[in-house]
T-cell receptor
Framework: NAGVTQTPKFQVLKTGQSMTLQCAQD?????MYWYRQDPGMGLRLIYY???????DKGEVPNGYNVSRLNKREFSLRLESAAPSQTSVYFC?????????FGPGTRLTVL | DAKTTQPPSMDCAEGRAANLPCNHS???????VYWYRQIHSQGPQYIIH???NNETNEMASLIITEDRKSSTLILPHATLRDTAVYYC???????????????FGQGTTLQVKP
């Protein structure tokens, strides 16, 4: 099992550019999540999907959109990147007791 | 979900027990205490969780006070690889009426020293 995979690992964007962060899990979990982590801070929830076909906003959804493509895949899109979105982005999936996290995408917006 | 309070940093000698405290004085009766850790900017890793009884697994022990207002995570024989940020989180368990989302604080940075 690969667990939770994320692509890309690193990305540099210019202000105003768009991109999509990809996440996939092979554990047959219903719930998936996107978090961001700024330097020296804990993780903050951006969006989550409790089950296939549903998505909901977390603590910091502004500037982001998500798509739950199927049970395995949950993508995060930045339509017009801003320097304030420079961060490390983690995707996670969950069973009833435990969340499993991916390795993260390190995004810099210039 | 209840708020937690943790010390920002702690040191521990290699081979000794590391005791990480967490205060959750506003915890509700159906909320569990979860611990995760994050090693060197990797994705967080689940450690253990409990409701009111003490719990132990291969990684750690969790001691919850009788009034459930605080808990302690114990790493019995800390190694250098246990150096990480440890997060204490309280929430209702993931189920049909709960989405399982986690609210992270700033955690405790544990430095294990040789």
């Amino acid at each position: 099992n690969a667990g939770v995979t994320q692509t890309p690992k690193f990305q540099v964007l210019k202000t105003g550019q768009s991109m999509t962060l990809q996440c996939a899990q092979d554990m047959n979990h219903n719930s998936m999540y996107w978090y961001r982590q700024d330097p020296g801070m804990g993780l903050r929830l951006i969006y989550y999907s409790a089950s296939e076909g549903t998505t909901d906003k977390g603590e910091v959804p502004n500037g982001y959109n998500v798509s739950r493509l199927n049970k395995r895949e949950f993508s995060l899109r930045l339509e017009s990147a801003a320097p304030s979105q420079t961060s490390v982005y983690f995707c996670a999936s969950s069973d009833y007791n435990e969340q499993f996290f991916g390795p993260g995408t390190r995004l810099t917006v210039l | 979900d209840a708020k937690t309070t943790q010390p920002p940093s702690m040191d521990c000698a290699e081979g000794r027990a590391a005791n990480l405290p967490c205060n959750h004085s506003t915890i509700s009766g159906n909320e569990y205490v979860y611990w995760y850790r994050q090693i060197h900017s990797q994705g967080p890793q689940y450690i253990i969780h409990g409701l009111k009884n003490n719990e132990t697994n291969e990684m750690a022990s969790l001691i919850i006070t009788e009034d459930r207002k605080s808990s302690t995570l114990i790493l019995p024989h800390a190694t250098l690889r246990d150096t990480a940020v440890y997060y204490c989180i309280v929430r209702v368990p993931h189920g049909s009426s709960n989405t399982g989302k986690l609210i992270f604080g700033q955690g405790t940075t544990l430095q294990v020293k040789p």
